[in-house]
């Protein structure tokens, strides 16, 4: 797949702080390093992302909706992305993602490296309002910062 | 070639209105349709911009250095470019250019179609400032509005 286009609502989800690990071998579950940065962003929600996750490259425009999310992803190829790269310097992040199955839910455990080595951050998707009001946190995700700012990808790829 | 790669100096040229085109056929020059768009425009001067010219897709970075200008440019395909462009709605323009040769300049005359019908602009790139301060402009070229952001595409994409 090329490219998607997905105008979403806002989508349902619940995002944690870790402040230890669960006790289990992470290294079971699949995981992908992601390093993305930003090469443009306006102060109205507009971004423009680069992303190498494993080794699938992307390019992707965000922009708030006034009651939703639109999001415009393409693949890009290798020489596409080392273009742009270099344009991205003093505005990224580096990531460890481990998709960790739960009771029916993925949880995409998210841990920080190089700048922000230490910050783990969990988050789990939903299919709609009543599985995420039902939702019940294991003991390990410590404090809830779903919607924080502060915990979003594009200012801590700006710190 | 899908990529390039460009911090330079601030270009040397002159942009000029174009009131009456010169009586000559300008379909006798090379000629492009151009329709450009901007995913992200900051106010530090840096953009994202789609291009379309004639048939070449393409994804351009820009950004003001304290002394000159970084730009970073890829061929895209279609289908990239398909994904992304409703992303520009209300930021477009179109132009028709047209390279003339002009006593060893190229001059690019851009005639804007669409919204800013009417205006036509004339722009010349030079080697070096000396050449650029002998430039005598034809008595078709109008007001000298070099460096105006009025007439900057970024501008007037946003009108």
Known sequence: ????????????ERKF????????????????EIAQGYLATESGGVQVRLRK????????YKRNLKNGREEREIRISAEQFEALWPATA??????????????????????????HDGLIVAEVEFADEKSCTA???PDWMDEDVTGKA???????AHE
């Open 53 to 60: 996750k494993g080794n699938v490259r992307s390019l992707t």
């Open 90 to 115: 003093g505005r990224r992040l580096t990531k460890v993602r481990y998709e960790m199955p739960w009771k029916g839910h993925t949880i995409e455990i998210d841990v920080y490296t190089g700048r």
């Open 150 to 156: 502060r915990y979003s990808n594009v200012l801590l």
């Open 1 to 12: 797949m090329i490219a998607t286009e997905k105008v979403s609502t806002r989508e349902i």
């Open 17 to 32: 702080l870790v402040k230890r690990l669960p006790v289990v071998d992470l290294e079971n579950f699949p995981c992908d």
């Open 135 to 137: 939702f019940k946190p």
